[in-house]
């Protein structure tokens, strides 16, 4: 099984407010990154965790705060956004560590800044 | 900076035909490959990787790898209608757990 989670799956915010994407998923693996992807572009890489520590951070805006509360969950915590970040966030998930690097989206979460 | 070039398409074939999608990358110490498709709206989708030279099938699709050439392609055969879609090209950074992708190619197939 190779599914990961996403919630909500749109969500549409004020620039004043704060709000939570969650990612789960249930396949072991030890290793989840955040993308961020605009229209007609390729997955754009915010952030890498491995073994629950934030281990890349791709110069991301502070407004954007990811949090590992185990290693089945990924969330990313919004606050204060601009109307630039509207666009679709997906969440991944490989093995992590030894050779096997495939990565597995999940169905995204279509944000929309207003 | 570390490069992965796809011809952005749209690459159109009709039917039953096999689509041939390309991909190059500039990361000589790249050891792992992987072809993603996206339908519009949807998540990307993990199809095909390939880690050795040669061909691996699976299905319908065959992935192409030529480290020396730093090339990788995907065939479809018996290209379907809902095989429409964009594919994205990804090469592992060497050294790191971090993908690089292509912009995509989108494909259309005609019934």
């Known amino acids: 099984d190779t599914e990961v989670t996403q919630t909500p799956k749109h969500l549409v915010m004020g620039m004043t407010n704060k709000k939570s994407l969650k990612c789960e998923q249930h396949?072991?693996?030890?290793?989840m990154y955040w993308y961020k992807q605009k229209a007609k572009k390729p997955p754009e890489l915010m952030f890498v965790?491995?073994?629950?520590?934030?281990?890349i951070n791709e110069s991301v805006p502070s407004r954007f705060s990811p949090e590992c509360p185990n290693s089945s969950l990924l969330n990313l915590h919004l606050h204060a956004l601009q109307p630039e970040d509207s666009a679709l966030y997906l969440c991944?998930?490989?093995?992590?560590?030894?050779?096997?690097?495939?990565?597995?989206f999940g169905p995204g979460t279509r944000l929309t800044v207003t | 900076q570390k490069e992965v070039e796809q011809n952005s398409g749209p690459l159109s074939v009709p039917e039953g035909a096999i689509a041939s999608l390309n991909c190059t990358y500039s990361?000589?110490?790249?050891?792992?490959f992987f072809w993603y498709r996206q339908y519009s709206g949807k998540s990307p989708e993990l199809i095909m990787f390939?880690?050795?030279?040669g061909d691996k099938e699976d299905g319908r699709f065959t992935a192409q790898l030529n480290k020396a050439s730093q090339y990788v392609s995907l065939l479809i055969r018996d290209s379907q209608p809902s095989d429409s879609a964009t594919y994205l090209c990804?090469?592992?950074?060497?050294?790191?757990?971090?993908?690089?992708f292509g912009k995509g190619t989108m494909l259309l197939v005609s019934p």
């Open positions: 991944a998930s490989s093995q992590g560590g030894g050779r096997i690097y495939e990565q597995y």
């Open positions: 396949m072991g693996h030890r290793a």
């Open positions: 965790y491995s073994y629950e520590k934030l281990s």
């Open positions: 990361d000589r110490g790249s050891q792992s």
């Open positions: 390939i880690y050795s030279n």
């Open positions: 990804a090469v592992k950074n060497s050294g790191y757990s971090t993908l690089t």
